[in-house]
């Protein structure tokens, strides 16, 4: 692994943040690997680069797998008794639970905002290329 951070941190000192961005979106053509026995390989190699980049901005997002789900669940499966507990087990074992009723919904909304709330997170904005990536 620090063999691979002394890799990147010399691309990025010899490349400026754009150019280091457009090579990192190079992606392999399919089948490529499998044509690569094990190994280990010297690469001296000049490539040009022709294209553009597009960078987004920055958004918040709720990132769902930082809620705590499975507390909730528990928390939740605590206030009911062993017979309701076994009874939405296998309706979910079995994807048959019932739709939510719309006054639940309504009730749930403002506890859902403070659940989501501490998973929002600042997300950087997506990037998309049109590259050309061809040996000098």
């Known amino acids: 692994m620090a063999k691979t951070q002394t890799q990147t941190n010399v691309v990025s000192t010899v490349l400026d943040g754009v150019t280091a961005l457009a090579v990192s979106k190079y992606s392999q053509p399919k089948g490529n690997r499998e044509s690569i026995a094990p190994g280990e390989y010297l690469i001296d190699e000049t490539v040009h680069v022709v294209g553009s980049l597009k960078v987004g901005q920055d958004y918040d997002s709720t990132i769902a797998q930082s809620i705590p789900w499975q507390k909730l669940a528990l928390a939740a499966m605590s206030r009911l008794n062993s017979d309701v507990v076994d009874s939405l087990v296998q309706k979910a074992a079995k994807d048959d639970l019932p739709k939510v009723a719309d006054d639940f919904s309504e009730r749930i909304n403002g506890?859902?905002?403070?659940?989501?709330?501490?998973?929002?997170?600042?997300?950087?904005g997506k990037v998309t290329a049109k590259l050309v990536f061809a040996k000098a």
């Open 111 to 124: 506890v859902w905002e403070t659940i989501s709330e501490k998973a929002k997170q600042t997300c950087k």
